[in-house]
């Protein structure tokens, strides 16, 4: 039997040749994970049953051929909480967390304790589970058309306690749409990117569903359709947040503007990108 230190090592050595700057994250995770333990190295010296070894190893194996860390461990933390992830749902990213303040920061400031939340293109649920959390009272409807992100948005709702409602449904098509109405939020982070983005992917995105990243040509198809189709499903006042790629910040303005939203507040991530924007549904005139 190996040490966990031996195994440790090899694992790190495997998973360097892709990325050397996670292989020591990466492999502690996947030990974290098999052993079941939150410090497994605190006891490096401890043998590791064969079976177990090689299950790690095969792990570590597939994570240097580019398979995403976060698919490897079929969960992934997001706003402190666990999603259940794996191919056919989008990983929760942490830029998206500054969706979740955006909209966390407008209901403080607008007082709003019990608002009516719409989530479209939930995949995990991250974004709806998150703002549950922080807002019990608030009422959460999470919006998702796939089949095979639809099973973990359930269970992610489920595992985190949250009594989100949840709709399947294109939120491209009037019938969805139609089903929400007096919003006080609404709030996506849609699919964005570039038919040219496309073809540049990384191989770790290149095993997530293309349904949630591909946006069109110019990677703002869900802007101005959702925009146009949901804004009669807001209320006068209500607001509408978006999480967007970077460079995409005048563009998504502009489409909310046109659209006679108002007030346009733009946000950076925790990597200095503009990466939301917040409007108000003005009064119509
Ligand atoms: N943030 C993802 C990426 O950079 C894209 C997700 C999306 O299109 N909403 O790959």
Redesign the pocket.
Known sequence: MVSRRELFEKCRELIAQRDAETADFDTNCIFQDLLGEKNPMFAPKLPVPDDKAQEILSLAQRRSEGYPLQYLLGQWEFWGCNFKIGEGV?IP?P??ETLVEQVLDICRREKMTTPKIADL?SGSGCIAAALKKELPRADVYAVELSDKALPYLRQNMELNGCDVHIIKGDVLECSTADKLTELDILVS?????TAR?MTE??TE?RH?PES????GED?LDFYRAMTSLWKSSIKTGGFIAY???MGQHDDVKAILEENGFTDVELRRDGGGIIRTAAAVKAVSR
Not at 189 to 193: D, E, I, R, V
Not at 212 to 215: I, Q, V
């Open positions: 989008l990213r830029d998206t293109c982070n849609p699919p964005y990117l983005d992917l990384q995105v997530e949630a990243l591909f946006g990677g999480e967007f790629g």
